[in-house]
């Protein structure tokens, strides 16, 4: 008899979730059962996990993107000199920024595609140019932080209880999922991340596709940057801090929702499966380099699980084969 799996395959994060709710709701139900606590993991999560829905849409698309921290920190840094140290206003220094930020991606693409560079160096090179003109804009010091009502009402001002950015977060999340799962667009970056010969044979245009993918991941990047300036004030060495807990998410992400594909439900949800364990341990045990640990672990047994995932269906059919060569064999 065949033991339903009760959606294990796709759904475990949530199984995972209920299971750190249930022991720290246990063990601490002072400080993990509250309303505070659960805003301040909404909060404090939405900018790493902006990062993660950067990171997988060149992932779906067979590439990495290691800039993203770069892009989100220079982001920060640019958004708020335009405001404080020129008088810009507010929109004008966030559309600005976010151009720029696309502008990054405009040369990520060129490395990877036109130069034929893999995309893991040359992302890599350009997060450590980008640091360097991080630098030069910043001067080496922290910007002061604009004193504008409206700058920190672009994240902080509450809705529910819950800071403005998780609304944010959220209206990311949907555009993603939409723009991955439900257009043209969407569906030739998938088919180029699964098999990039069977898709340039199909007509596919790979190459304008992944640079696309590589200009809307620094995109969303800066976009974060901005919301991170706006959250908690300008830092010069934030965004790649954060690198690591993107991975660690986006790859996680594939084990969910949609298993053994980069998409963006499964991604939040990997997000804040291991906030509220990190987070649990944290009351517990009064200790903070758990998030460290966590996200470590999180990312080498994710890649683990998802490398096991892909061979599986080969070691079946090899085994298929090895049956069917049998069987040819007795009939001789």
Known sequence: MRIPNAGM???????????????FGIWTPDLFLTTGTLHSVASNQAIGAMLALAVIIPMAAGCYDLSVGAVAGIS?????????????????????????AAGAGVVNGFVVVKLRVD?????????TIIAAFQTIVSNGAQ??????????DLTQQTFFGFQIVVI????????????????PAGRYIYAIGGNDEAAHLSGVAVG??????MIAS?????????????LTGPSLTYGPGLLLPAFAAAFLGTTQIRPGRANAWGTLLAVYVLAIGVKGMQLVTGVQWLNDMFNGSALILAVAF??????????????????SAGGLLAKK
């Open 76 to 100: 920060t840094v640019i958004v708020v000199t335009l405001q404080s140290n020129h008088g810009w206003s507010m929109w004008p220094a966030i559309l600005l920024t976010i151009t720029i």
């Open 306 to 323: 998802a490398v096991w995932r892909q061979r599986r269906p080969a070691a079946r059919a090899g085994r298929r084969r090895s049956a």
């Open 208 to 213: 304008k596709w992944r640079w696309l993918s």
């Open 218 to 230: 620094a995109s969303i990047a800066g976009l974060a940057g901005v919301l991170y300036g706006s």
């Open 9 to 23: 395959d796709r759904l475990s994060g949530l199984y995972l979730g209920a299971l750190f709710i249930l022991v």
């Open 119 to 127: 995309a893991f160096i040359a992302t890599l090179g350009t997060a």
């Open 168 to 183: 944010h977060l959220l209206l990311l999340t949907l555009l993603v999922w939409w723009a991955l799962e439900h257009t």
């Open 143 to 152: 910007p002061p932080l604009p004193q504008s009502p409206a700058w920190r």
